[in-house]
Each structure stands twice: as structure tokens, then as C-alpha cells.
């Protein structure tokens, strides 16, 4: 287990002198209590400048506080100490001498959820007024053990924070998928080198893992003298640059450091979705209410940072007594030489570490992988989502490069444009339409004055009045808008939510992480209920969504699609989801199958175990540019395949659709 320990400087108690009790006299003694409640808020302050107080010899009593107490302040961080007056006793006189005993209640937050709780004792010592008429002085006799229970002369505290190993996040076969793993940190020491030494280290790490050489130089003088200004860091194992780390240490004046990070099996694996694990920002210590401290390990994002207190369990906290050998002079400049350096160290307080538990996910990391391959020459935004129709397993959500970051498979939102046409096919069958109904296939329609066509090169031998079969294979625009009497818009609506499109509450809460599935309107006007039919106007999806409305076609039922598994309630009883039936399904799946068999995804012919598709392309803009999708299903994966620029469905996400299910 890896430590981390904050450590005051030494901090040497003087030993208490024996001070002659001031003798009573004049009037009566008043009560301590004032007195008590001055000593709790100087305490809590860390400030005795203005307390009065008793102090044997040449002690400087603040300076011994902040020293003592310095560790715990350390620790706590901006989470506020309490010290409380317990009780105050009454005042007693014993060989003209008057003091009272005051108990106080200490309490340390250290760490992210415990806290040490104390009391200890002080005197205090009443001081006779000069004259009759004048008040007398409550004092404390100042002491180590005010502060911490049993504190000698001459010791001091030490505060350790036992680090908790972060839980791993599991893939759906129990496997982890980000564990720790080895990496080197590559920088320039500063410490070997200087001047031209510094400049010719800098230069040469720089152009060798492929930074700019004067910027990295210039980052390296801005460091302190005694700085490691590191220029990169990478894998132990599988770096994926194209230098080792001997290469680097080749260079005079760099260092590479042995260290172990959170990690996915590649360096972009899922990190839309899973996240990321460094040091906590600004923002996270601010929300956090003192909870997470400045150069905590926490999640950043994703999966990592919602599951963060899950993930990172319960770090643990010691805290020490050092015996006073560990410092050379005490507070009162007399040397310390003489004390028993061989003594060892107590505990006062220790909470071992928890560690955190991990996430399982339903992930196969084979696909993630081959779904991310597939995705790496994409330029625009775009996406892969698989799920496994029989259980709502999501085994990859992959966003390409040109997501930049963001998780497009999962939170993208877009019109599906003609993909959703399976969701009017739902619609049409509850219309009383079968897939060997006519329909009329036009080269144009208008409603309300807008008029809408096909697109560019629908063959002309689909034209005309023909089967819902043959409309649905091709991708008539214009059959499926001339259907808007018999299928209204709130139709639509209840077959998007049929078939998986839900809400972003009810998508969260299957998930178990934020997501967006979809967003059909139940109201339109004619012109958008017109444009709702081809999957757009104010008809959204995700990437996710449509592979779920593809899952449900598969399952005969609407599946809840979901990514992080819940272990207690893996041997519950799943509860009947309403939704499309299976009756329904198995037309929607003739019609997927006539896309593959004689329209616009017939490049999936030859995919073993192919059961149908359908493509989509969604003008946006001033009309000029496209969303493109496909959707597919095979034995037991529904697959959704989304470019944000794209041509169309069929020549743009067709191929990749391909690349992705050949070979599975």
C-alpha cells in the first residue's frame, strides 16, 4: 500500500517548569468560565497572541502551537476543526493558590470521512488583582498536553494518510478493463543539470517524444531549481510511442520514475465513457465542501467520476507521536541530544484504509476495441454502439477521434433521419398497415407549402403505388410522409418510447451512468409531423438510442439498455417491460431483412447472421450537409453506426458497418 505522509517541522516542547501558585486575597474569585471560553477560541483559532497565559521559561507559546498542530491543520485541510468547553471546574484554593480545570472537546476532520475526537485538561491559574478594587486574571498554565492528550516535552506529531487501492472497473466478463498499471514518468532533473547542460536536456527530450523544444524549455527554466519537470509520461507495457525509456535516459540531465496509474488496456479506450483518474481539480475541491483535498487521486469524468466514492473506497489516517530525538533543538535553543532517539513512535489515532470496490460494466472489450479500429480514420464526430438484444448488455459505445472527447455514442443528439422509419413501421402496423400494404411511393409531396422528395438517386423502379415492403427497403421519404393522416404524431411517440427511445431520466437509471436515448415530440404541427415521419424536425437521438430501437426489433419486447451491471440484483427477477411485442417485432425484422435483401444495405448480404438493417440520412443546415447512420442487427447484437458529416447512410456508415461486423 502506498503512503503519503504530511509532515510538520519538528516541533520541540519545552518541559513545564514548576510555577509557584499565585496566592488569593481581596475579593471573591469570579467564575473560570469566560476564561475557558477565551482558551477554546484561541485554540480553535491557532492564535494565543492576545490569551494570557503562564509559560515556563523562555517558551514562545505560539510558535509551539502552530509547530504542534501543524500536521492536523495540514490534514484538514480547509474542513473546520472544533474545540469546545467541555466543563469548567471549580475554582480551588490550596496553599493560597487558586486554579480550576477546564476539559475541552477536540474533533480533526482528516482524511475524506473520519474524524478524531479528544479531550484533554488545562489549568487554569488565578491572578490576584493589585488592589482591592481591580479583577484578577484566569491564566493558562501552558503545557504540551492542552493541546494532545499525554503530549511530552519534546514531541511531536506526524499525520499519515493511508492511501486506499481505487477498485478496478470490470469489462462484462468480470475481466478489469482500468486497473493499475506501470508507467514511467519522463522529465528533466534539474538537480544533474544547469545552464547549458539544462537547455540541451530540454531540447533533446523535447524532440524526442514530440514536444516543442522551446516551449518545453522555457517550462523548464520557469521550474525551481530542485524541480523534475516531466515532458511525458507512458506505459511500462504497450507505450505506443516510438522511443524506450533507455533511449530517454540516455539523454544527460533525464530521469525516468517508476510509478503505476489507473489505466485502460489502450490509451483511448472508452475514455469518453470510463474517464479518467488524476489529481483533483479546482471545481471538484470546490463542490466537494472540504471532502476532497488539493492532490487528491480522484475520478475525472465519465464513469470514474460518477462512481468516484465507489471506486476510491475509504483511505485510512495515522496519527503519530515521535518521540523528541527526531529534532535537534528544542523550543528554548537548550539541545536535545540527550533524549532517547532509539524510542519509538505511538499511535493516537489510526483508521486503516478501505478499498474501494469495482465497477462491473457490461463492455467486451473485443469489441470496444474493434469498434474504436474502425472509427480511427473518421474524421467528423461519430459513433458505434453494440447491444445484446436478450439482456440490454451495451458491449461497446465507441466515440471516433473526431468526437473530441465527447461521449457521441452515448449523449449525442441527433435527427435519425430514415433509421427512424422503424419506428413509423411500428406506428403503421398499430394503423392497420401490413408490410404488403401499397403505398404511394411520389417523387415529391408537399404538405403546408414545403415540399419533400428523395433522396438524390432513389431508383425509379420503387416509385409509384408499391408494397410497405419496397418503400421501407428503398427509403421512400414520400410514402412514409404520405401516411401522417393514419399515423399522428403522438402515434409516433408512443412507438418511439416502444421501441426504447426514452427519456434522459429513464435512460440515466438503465444506464447507470448519464445518457440520452431519444426525444420524440407528441405534438407537431403539419409541417413537422411531416418531417417527424423521415426522423427529423424535433425528432432526436443517440447513437445508443437507435441501437436500442434496433435491440427491441431483435428482442420482440423494448430493451432497457444498460452499461453498468448491478451485482445485487443480478439474480433478480427482470420485471416485464411493456413495448413493442413480439408479434410486431418479427414484421419490423421482415422489413429490416428487405433493406439487406434488395435496398440500401445490401453491401451486409454476405455477413454471416446478418437479420436486417436499415440506413438513415438526415439533412442539417442550410440543408447542404448530412447526418448519416445505418442500423443492423444480427444473431444476438443490435449495432448502430453514426458519421455527424457524412454523404449518405449507405455509402458513408454502410462500410463502416461492414469493417465492424466482419468477422464477429
Not at 540541451?200 to 524526442?208: E, H, V
Not at 422528395?453 to 427497403?473: C, E, I, K, M, Q
Request: proline content about 6%.
Amino acid at each position: 500500500m502506498r503512503r503519503r505522509s504530511r509532515l510538520a517541522l519538528a516541533a520541540v516542547i519545552v518541559p513545564a517548569l514548576t510555577l509557584p501558585l499565585v496566592a488569593c486575597s481581596g475579593p471573591d474569585v469570579p467564575p473560570a468560565d469566560d476564561a475557558a471560553a477565551a482558551l477554546a477560541d484561541a485554540l480553535r483559532a491557532g492564535d494565543v497572541a492576545d490569551l494570557p497565559l503562564q509559560a515556563p521559561g523562555s517558551v514562545d507559546v505560539q510558535t509551539q502551537l502552530a509547530q504542534v498542530l501543524d500536521p492536523l491543520v495540514d490534514a484538514a485541510g480547509e474542513r473546520e476543526r472544533t474545540v469546545a468547553v467541555a466543563e469548567v471546574g471549580e475554582p480551588v484554593t490550596k496553599d493560597g493558590a487558586t486554579s480550576a480545570a477546564v476539559t475541552l472537546d477536540w474533533s480533526w476532520p482528516l482524511g475524506r470521512d473520519h474524524e478524531w475526537a479528544y479531550s484533554t485538561t488545562a489549568r487554569l491559574a488565578y491572578e490576584t488583582p493589585e488592589d482591592d478594587d481591580g479583577d484578577g486574571t484566569w491564566r493558562t498554565v501552558w503545557s504540551p498536553d492542552v493541546l494532545v492528550p499525554d503530549l511530552a516535552p519534546g514531541e511531536r506529531l506526524e499525520v499519515t494518510t493511508l492511501d486506499a487501492d481505487r477498485g478496478d472497473i470490470l469489462d462484462g466478463a468480470d475481466e478489469p478493463m482500468v486497473t493499475e498499471r506501470g508507467v514511467w514518468h519522463i522529465g528533466v532533473d534539474k538537480t544533474t543539470v544547469e545552464g547549458l547542460g539544462e537547455e540541451s536536456a530540454a531540447r533533446d527530450l523535447a524532440q524526442l517524444v514530440g514536444l516543442e523544444p522551446n516551449e518545453f524549455f522555457a517550462h523548464v527554466q520557469e521550474a525551481g531549481d530542485k524541480a523534475f519537470v516531466e515532458a511525458i509520461t507512458i506505459r511500462q507495457k504497450n507505450s505506443g510511442v516510438d522511443f524506450t525509456v533507455e533511449e530517454a535516459q540516455e539523454i544527460i540531465g533525464v530521469r525516468a520514475i517508476e510509478d503505476s496509474l489507473e489505466l485502460g488496456p489502450t490509451s483511448d479506450f472508452a475514455e469518453p465513457i470510463l474517464g479518467r483518474v488524476g489529481e483533483a481539480t479546482k471545481e471538484i475541491v470546490d463542490e466537494s465542501e472540504g471532502a476532497v483535498q488539493a492532490g487528491d487521486v480522484v475520478g475525472l469524468g465519465g464513469m470514474q467520476r460518477s462512481y468516484d466514492d465507489q471506486l476510491t473506497g475509504s483511505p485510512g489516517v495515522v496519527v503519530t507521536v515521535v518521540p523528541a530525538g527526531g529534532s535537534e533543538v528544542r523550543l528554548d535553543g537548550t539541545p536535545a541530544e540527550d533524549e532517547d532517539e532509539d524510542e519509538e513512535a505511538r499511535e493516537l489515532y489510526r483508521v486503516d484504509a478501505v478499498d474501494g470496490t469495482p465497477v462491473a460494466t457490461t463492455l467486451d472489450q473485443k469489441l470496444q476495441k474493434r469498434a474504436e479500429k474502425v472509427l480511427e480514420e473518421v474524421n467528423p464526430a461519430s459513433a458505434i454502439v453494440a447491444v445484446r438484444p436478450s439482456d440490454g448488455a451495451v458491449l461497446a459505445a465507441a466515440s471516433g477521434p473526431g468526437s473530441e472527447g465527447w461521449s457521441t455514442a452515448t449523449l449525442g443528439q441527433y435527427p435519425p433521419g430514415s433509421t427512424f422509419k422503424v419506428v413509423d413501421a411500428l406506428a403503421m402496423q398499430r394503423a392497420g398497415l401490413t408490410p404488403d400494404s401499397a403505398v404511394a411511393c411520389t417523387d415529391k409531396i408537399t404538405v403546408d407549402g414545403r415540399t419533400f422528395g428523395n433522396v438524390p438517386g432513389y431508383p425509379s423502379s420503387a416509385l409509384g403505388d408499391v408494397p410497405l415492403r419496397t418503400a421501407f427497403a428503398h427509403s421512400c421519404n414520400t410514402a412514409m410522409i404520405a401516411q401522417r393522416d393514419k399515423v399522428a404524431q403522438a402515434d409516433l411517440a408512443t412507438a418511439a418510447s416502444d421501441l426504447g427511445l426514452l427519456d434522459e431520466k429513464a435512460a440515466s437509471a438503465s444506464m447507470g451512468v448519464p445518457a440520452f436515448l431519444g426525444a420524440v415530440p407528441a405534438e407537431a404541427s403539419g409541417t413537422e409531423h411531416a418531417a417527424s415521419m423521415i426522423g427529423q424536425a424535433k425528432v432526436q437521438a443517440s447513437p445508443l438510442g437507435m441501437a436500442t430501437v434496433a435491440a427491441s426489433a431483435a428482442a420482440g419486447h423494448r430493451v432497457q439498455p444498460v452499461l453498468v451491471r448491478d451485482e445485487d440484483d443480478a439474480d433478480a427477477e427482470e420485471p416485464a417491460t411493456p413495448g413493442v411485442t413480439d408479434g410486431e417485432a418479427q414484421v419490423l425484422r421482415e422489413l429490416m431483412h428487405g433493406v439487406v435483401t434488395e435496398g440500401s444495405a445490401d453491401m451486409l448480404q454476405d455477413v454471416p447472421g446478418i437479420v436486417g438493417a436499415k440506413t438513415g440520412t438526415a439533412q442539417y443546415g442550410d440543408g447542404s450537409k448530412q447526418h448519416v447512420w445505418m442500423l443492423a442487427i444480427t444473431d444476438d447484437l443490435a449495432v448502430a453506426v453514426f458519421v455527424e458529416d457524412g454523404h449518405r447512410g449507405s455509402d458513408t456508415a454502410g462500410p463502416l458497418m461492414e469493417d465492424f461486423l466482419d468477422g464477429l
